[in-house]
C-alpha cells in the first residue's frame, strides 16, 4: 500500500516542483495534474482492489503529505539532499501554494471519487439490485460524474461572490445617502 500511495503523491508533489522550478506555468502546471486524474484514480482503485477501505487510503495520503511537507528530500533548503534542488525554503515567493506541498490536490481528488463512487453505487443498486459490485465500465461513468461534480462547486462559488459584491455596493450606496 505504501508503495502505491507514495506513487499517487509523487505525481503532484513532482509536478508541483517543476512548476516552482520553472518548467510550468501554474496554468500549463494545473493542465498537466488534471491529465493525471486517470492515473490517480486507477492506483486508488488497484489498492480498493486489494481489499484497502476508502479512510484507510484517505488517512495514508494525508500521511504520506505530511511526510512530504517535512521530509528534506522533497522540500528542502539543503540542494545535496533534496530530490529538487530549488530553494524552496528560502525565498517567500507568491509561487508557493502550501495545498501542493502536502499532496492536498490529490486527496481532494479521491475524496471526491468516493464521493462519486457511493452515489453511483447507490444509482445502480437501486435500478438494479442484482448486482452487488461494479464493474469496469463504471469507472468511467464516476469519472465524468466526478467531473461534472467540480463543475457545479465552480459555478456555486462563482454565484456567492457576485451576490457578495452585490452586497457590497448597495451598503456603499446605503452608507453615501
Known sequence: MEEKIADLCEIESGLYLDYYNGKY????????????????????????????????????????????????????????????????????????????????????????LFKARKSVKAEHAYQKSKYNNLDDGMREIIYTHM?????????SKRKSKRRKSKRRKSKKKKSKR
Open 25 to 112: 506555468t501554474y496554468k500549463q502546471f494545473n493542465n498537466t495534474l488534471e491529465s493525471e486524474n486517470q492515473k490517480i484514480i486507477d492506483l486508488v482503485y488497484d489498492l480498493l482492489e486489494e481489499g484497502y477501505e476508502d479512510r484507510e487510503i484517505l488517512s495514508a495520503i494525508e500521511e504520506q503529505g505530511e511526510f512530504y511537507k517535512e521530509s528534506p528530500e522533497w522540500f528542502s533548503n539543503d540542494a545535496d539532499i533534496s530530490n529538487y534542488p530549488s530553494e524552496y525554503f528560502e525565498t517567500s515567493n507568491s509561487k508557493k501554494y502550501p495545498l501542493h506541498e502536502k499532496c492536498g490536490y490529490t486527496l481532494s481528488l479521491v475524496k471526491r
Open 147 to 155: 467531473r461534472a461534480m467540480k463543475k457545479k462547486k465552480n459555478k
